[in-house]
């Protein structure tokens, strides 16, 4: 997948695993699919998330409907089981793998990081990620351990100091503020709760794509 192929792609990025769904997640991403999601991260964490075997069998189920549907499948943390499951790529942090010892494992496979502040931005960008994950941009619920929000000045100011790789943002992102998150200039948004916490998730991934879209 070339970078501007990758770029459109982080439009509507969704990401989810067991803990975040009352449906099952493979219904629940089928589902967020139909309603315009473009890129998909299997983020199998937090209380109840499966683990092993388990983990794998639910990773290669939702690695199929992302393929049937033609949109790339990631994993996140998890290296060995992206290898295994043979993902399109994953999403480290800065506590995970270091991005070099992940490109030797990966070869060409997407690979994106997290960054919280300029210089991590840009030591990403610099050690070949091919995409950031910036935020939380607003509060978020789904990650215990989340920092503070940092607002989309920390977009803009990426951008600013010439840093042109694809930028998501994450972190309590939903309809009414997604549009700010690319007026900053991220590329897309990425989206756990306001998509895998609703009713009706086509719904959901419809509303944000269209906000996105105006
Ligand atoms: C902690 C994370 C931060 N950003 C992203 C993404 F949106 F994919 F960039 N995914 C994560 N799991
Ligand atoms: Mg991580």
Request: net charge neutral.
């Amino acid at each position: 997948m070339t970078g501007e192929h990758l770029r459109d792609a982080l439009k509507l990025y969704f990401i989810m695993g067991s803990p975040n769904c009352t449906l099952p997640p493979e219904q629940v991403l089928e589902n967020a699919i139909r309603g315009g999601v473009t890129l998909f991260q299997y983020r199998e964490k937090g209380k109840g998330a499966r683990k092993g075997e388990e983990k794998k069998v639910l990773g290669e189920k939702l690695k199929w409907v992302c393929q049937k549907n033609g949109i790339p499948f990631l994993v996140n943390d998890d290296i060995a089981l992206a290898l295994e499951l043979d993902a399109d790529g994953v999403h480290v942090g800065q506590e995970d793998e270091p991005l070099a010892s992940v490109r030797e494992k990966l070869g060409d496979k997407i690979i994106g990081v997290s960054a919280y502040t300029l210089e991590e931005a840009r030591q990403a960008a610099n050690g070949g990620a091919n995409y950031l994950g910036v935020g939380p941009i607003f509060p978020t619920k789904s990650k215990e351990d989340a920092k503070a929000a940092k607002g989309t000045t920390v977009i803009r100011e990426i951008r600013q100091n010439g840093i042109r790789i694809p930028i998501v943002g994450i972190g309590g992102i939903g309809p009414g503020n997604a549009k700010s998150v690319i007026e900053a200039g991220a590329d897309g948004v990425s989206v756990i709760s306001s998509i895998a916490g609703a009713e009706d998730a086509e719904a959901a991934a419809a509303l944000l794509k269209r906000e996105l879209t105006l």
